[in-house]
């Protein structure tokens, strides 16, 4: 490694190269990245995709290489500015939140990555026309990047998979993409292809044909219908086969409320059935303006019907605010090709299917009425148990509940139905159900008092799996068993743990495997290549930093001072676990991931880089208490973990425009906090062991990228609270870390008193 030669050199110069290659590699990095045939999918019969994922990994992390060695540079030769420098590249990092969150709707992906490139070269300039020639080539290099966020060449859009619903769709014989739009929170596509057939579960015994229908492709991978209608309600009696129908034949619904509605099937539904008051709640701005706006004549006016009320908001938000109750509430299935349950989707959050929404749903029912969640059936059961398993938790919890005669369930040949009533399920209505099932063939899988015989006897599995089991989750007694014995995860998700899509156990895995079809993909999707990521991203950061750090090294540095280093990887660790961990508590509280990443990261970052430049006045006037610092950061993350759900739900109630500042006064005590400890190491890394100060630097950024992933993994086992908790226990450990560091070095008379 050339690190002195190139330390040493002329400073500027030297950071206006690297920002220069910095914007020239993102470019790089993307297009190649773009023309590499990797998928996910293929990973399980086609062993090339290892290959191809290393491939990635090196492309992706070539912009990054050339960041940490500006900044490490930066810290090398100015190490006495760390705090002024961790300040400004903190600050920069939360001011490129917000640009890329402005800069996405307008420009889509790539215009995010032009962006990103115009911004390093830019830097590139300012470091360069200060003290040295006219930077012409990179100039030029700018204004090339700026043609290309202008003109947005076609060669620059980002590959799909051929295997998501948008290229699926579009490869039918006279299908057609008609728009693309995208907003900072969702791509939209619509789509006319002979694909888009969307009736969940229609009954067999319906032998018209449905009205056409266009595509509603929700960022490239859940593809939804917008149903063509004229107002004439004839046009839809297809809608009375649909299992979602059953709640209008068990009684009369005044109020129906639909959330997620996507393309309107559930409120054409509920327009069949002369529903005098529909209320929908959609969280995606672009879905509405789409049906309301592009696709107003195709789709009968639906969103601009008076009787149907429209919000765009987040659901949960919606609810706290909310005042009205109605007879029926309904979560619309919202994709064509049915849920995939295992698959990337089990790493993703979901608090619309969590203990405390269903509580929230069922407080804004009338008596007597009906909360309804239609699934598809994907064998071997793991969504429709999870549901069930549930809805009887919740049900547990609230005084005064009769769980097993408030819930009925049924099934199609594809998807399952179930409601949950306000009250007890009358004969009458059980009587009702039965009718209902046998004049369009759906089978009943539940209802007080249902015995064997009447389950399973229109579209048969060979055992009755679902009557099975179902039986043993409406049984308290046997229901624990059945949850520990079953080979996937049926446990119940809340807030604190909003994995509705995580089934699997690992001390289950074999069986899956077995269960699954002795197939290896649904695992690669899912939850277990989070701990493959993590080993890559282990090993790959020892080999580049530890292996040189250790080996190569040793002739620079005393022993005590790498071992110093341990400091900034517990401190890695611990800033990365809050990260993630208020990123995802966040997504509840901001209505959106995407807003959710912005605010909180810029809002950290902020009040990190306030806190760092803050933390040089400690160090210079305590010297031997600086360690007092992550001490004291370590306590703050810990009240954070035991009051932070507390805090989130009271700021629910407040008006969504006024969360984000609100979510910013939040964090800012703990953002504060945190920036403190790694200038604070530089610092004292500086006394002792100045070469070391770029490793400081490395090992805190593996530690980060590592960090990320491990923290991952222990949301999806115990919860963000959990890692909350280990990042405070982190953080007290970086504190015990450098007051040994200290005493040490103040005993040999390095460290003033």
């Known amino acids: 490694m050339s690190w002195p030669k190139m330390a040493h050199g002329p400073l500027c110069r030297l950071l206006s190269n690297l920002s220069l290659f910095f914007g020239i590699s993102c470019l790089f990095s993307y297009l190649t990245a773009n023309l590499i045939p990797f998928d996910l999918v293929c990973i399980s019969w086609d062993w090339h995709q290892i290959l191809w994922i290393g491939t990635y990994y090196l492309l992706i992390s070539l912009p990054f290489f050339f960041t940490g060695l500006t900044i490490s540079i930066a810290l090398f030769r100015l190490p006495d500015k760390v705090n002024f420098l961790y300040f400004s590249d903190l600050t920069g990092a939360a001011i490129g939140c917000w640009i890329i969150y402005t800069v996405l709707g307008p420009t889509d992906e790539p215009g995010s990555v032009l962006v990103s490139a115009v911004m390093g070269i830019f830097a590139s300039i300012l470091f360069g026309i200060r003290n040295y020639r006219f930077p012409c080539i990179h100039i030029l290099t700018l204004i090339c990047i700026i043609i290309l966020l202008l003109y947005s060449p076609e060669w620059l859009q980002i590959r799909i998979s051929p295997y998501k619903s948008l290229m699926s769709a579009l490869r039918y014989p006279g299908a057609q993409l008609v728009s693309t739009k995208s907003d900072p929170y969702s791509r939209i596509d619509v789509v006319d292809s002979p694909a888009v057939r969307f009736a969940p579960g229609l009954s067999l015994k319906f032998k018209q044909t449905i009205p056409s229908q266009i595509g509603l492709v929700l960022d490239g991978g859940q593809l939804n219908a917008v149903t063509n209608f004229n107002g004439d309600k004839n046009r839809l009696t297809f809608t009375s086969y649909l299992p979602a129908a059953l709640p209008y034949s068990l009684k009369s619904i005044d109020k129906f409320l639909c959330l997620e509605p996507r393309g309107g099937l559930d409120i054409l539904t509920a327009i069949y059935y002369d529903v005098k008051s529909i209320t929908a709640v959609c969280p995606y701005p672009l879905i509405i303006k789409t049906v309301r706006d592009e696709l107003r004549e195709f789709s009968g006016g639906l969103y601009l019907r008076k009787d149907v009320t429209l919000y765009c908001e987040g659901i949960r938000s919606f609810f706290q605010h909310d005042a009205k109750k109605y007879d029926l509430i309904q979560y619309s299935l919202t994709d064509v090709s049915g849920a995939v349950s295992t698959g990337i989707y089990g790493m993703s959050e979901n608090y619309i299917l969590t203990k405390e929404a269903i509580l929230a ?236 990443v912005t605010v909180i990261l810029s809002g950290l970052l902020v009040s990190a880089g306030i806190g760092s430049s803050l933390s040089s006045k400690i160090i210079n006037r305590f010297p031997r208490r600086g360690t007092i610092t992550p001490f004291f950061t370590g306590v703050v993350i810990l009240i954070y973990a035991f009051s932070l759900i507390l805090l989130l739900n009271l700021g629910l109630k407040i008006e969504p425009i006024f969360r984000t500042v609100s979510a910013f006064i939040i964090i800012f005590p703990l953002g504060f906090f945190m920036g403190m400890p790694f200038p604070l190491g530089i610092l004292v890394l500086n006394r002792n062991n100045p070469d070391l100060i770029p490793w400081a630097w490395g090992v805190n950024g593996c530690a980060s990228v590592v960090g990320a992933v491990l923290a991952v993994m222990i949301a999806l086992r115990g919860g963000f609270s959990t890692v909350l908790f280990i990042s405070s226990l982190l953080y007290l450990l970086a504190g015990l870390w450098m007051g040994l560091y200290n005493r040490i070095q103040s005993s040999e008379g390095m460290l003033p008193k």
Not at 362 to 382: A, I, M, Q, T, V
Not at 507 to 525: C, D, V
Not at 560 to 573: A, D, N, Q, S, T
């Open 361 to 596: 749903y069922y407080s804004h029912l009338n008596e007597g009425g009906f909360l309804l969640f239609n699934c598809y059936l994907l064998p071997p059961p793991r969504t429709e148990f999870r549901l069930i398993s549930l809805l009887l938790d919740t049900l547990e919890a609230i005084p005064g509940t009769s769980p097993s005669h408030q819930v009925i369930t049924i099934r199609s040949w594809g998807t399952m139905v179930t409601l949950l009533k306000k009250g007890p399920v009358t004969p009458d209505e059980c009587n009702r159900l039965k009718e209902f099932c046998q004049r369009r063939g759906f089978d009943l899988v539940y209802y007080p008092g249902i015995i064997l015989k009447e389950a399973n006897q229109f579209n048969q599995f060979p055992e009755p799996i679902y009557f099975q089991g179902v039986q043993k989750l409406i049984n308290p007694q046997v229901r624990k068993h059945f949850l520990v014995s079953y080979p996937f995860d049926l446990d119940p998700p809340s807030d604190d743990k909003p994995f509705f899509n995580q089934f699997f156990k690992i001390s289950h895995l074999y069986e899956a495997y077995k269960i699954l079809g002795r197939k290896w993909q649904p695992f690669f999707e899912g939850e277990y290549i989070v701990p493959i990521i993590f080993f890559q991203s282990l090993i790959l950061g020892t080999l580049f930093i530890l292996f040189p750090l250790f080996f190569l090294q040793k002739r620079k540095a005393k022993n005590r001072g790498k071992v110093f280093l341990f400091y900034f990887v517990w401190i890695g660790f611990g800033f990365m676990f809050v990260e993630i961990a208020l990123i995802q508590r966040f997504i509840l509280f901001l209505d959106h991931p995407v807003k959710s």
